[in-house]
């Protein structure tokens, strides 16, 4: 068994970025920016954002946080995406999701200017992304798909399944794995809750990629011998072992998965990494104007 190292492709992936960046710098040019605004705070979302600005400073982007009290009202939501949407300095930005429950997500999502929209959660970006168009592909399916490039990850006519179908990740994994190039050629079968038999087409799958939602829901007698895994969970749970008094899991029972597969991702260390390199990765492509000129 191989452990698919997001760290390190993460690490390998930043560092060609920053000398990107240095040589925008040399060429006098401003270097890309990148601006999340928070609602509330919520503590998971607290750590992703945190990440995200991390992860700008090693690679020299510029980075900046708009916090706003869990009251804000949708409207004033709705005026601090048009004033990012009007700013020249920002190229690209997010929207930290869950918002409040008195905001609508879709109407703040469809108020960004899809070509700042980093997240790739614009219905303009999804639909060129279906249609095989330039756009932003959302960060964890387009960190997916570099950790399997990065992994040398055969693809061509290869079984791959899809467990979970959200906007976010299941629904557009699906489509971008079964393209007809050569890093994402599979026969997917996206599958959920409600599929019958789910072990069984599981364990069919030669490429098995897991984004339920649930603890180690996949266990060994779910995975073919020879398999890839991959590894989107992320659920904290407690742990004497470690400072923070928790530990991250993912969807997968690794223990006894990782024994019977080829190559799996860990939870923490695999696609989480990737998820906010993937990030970087459109906002340089924002700054660079590369999606829509
Ligand atoms: N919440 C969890 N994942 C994400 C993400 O990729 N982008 C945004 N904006 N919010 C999230």
């Keep these: 068994m191989k452990l698919i190292d997001g760290k390190k492709i993460a690490d390998e992936i930043k560092t060609e970025m920053a000398i990107e960046v240095r040589k925008m ?30 992860a700008c400073k090693e690679v020299g982007f510029t980075s900046s946080l708009y916090r706003y009290p869990e009251s804000m009202s949708e409207k004033d939501l709705l005026e601090a995406v048009e004033f990012l949407n009007r700013d020249d300095e920002v190229d690209g930005f997010i929207v930290q999701l869950p918002l409040p429950k008195h905001i609508s997500p879709e109407k703040i999502i469809k108020a960004i200017n899809p070509k700042k929209d980093v997240d790739g959660f614009h219905p303009m970006n999804i639909g060129n992304m279906v249609l095989n168009l330039p756009a932003y592909i959302s960060a964890t399916p387009y960190g997916i798909l ?34 007809n190039n050569k890093d994402a050629n599979c026969t997917v079968t996206l599958c959920h809750s409600k599929t019958k038999n789910l072990k069984e087409v599981c364990a069919g799958a030669d490429i098995l990629i897991v984004a339920m939602g649930q603890l180690e829901f996949i266990k060994a007698d779910m995975v073919k011998e020879g398999a890839v895994v991959i590894d989107v969970g992320m659920h904290r749970v407690p742990s004497t072992e470690t400072k923070s008094g928790f530990r991250l899991k993912g969807d997968v029972a690794f223990d006894e998965v990782s024994k019977k597969c ?23 492509k924002a700054a660079k104007n590369e999606i829509y000129g």
Excluded at 153 to 172: F, L, Y
Excluded at 264 to 279: N, R, S
């Design 146 to 179: 570099q950790l399997m490039k990065h992994s040398g990850i055969e693809t061509e006519g290869k079984n791959c399944v899809v467990a979970g179908r959200s906007n976010i990740v299941g629904t557009p994994l699906s489509i971008l794995l079964s393209r």
């Design 262 to 284: 080829s190559m799996i991702t860990p939870v923490p260390g695999g696609v989480g990494l990737m998820t906010v390199v993937a990030l970087l990765m459109n906002t340089m």
């Design 25 to 54: 710098i040399d060429a006098g040019q401003r270097v890309p920016h990148l601006a999340a605004v928070l609602v509330g705070e919520d503590p998971a979302s607290q750590t992703y954002v945190a990440h995200k600005e991390k």
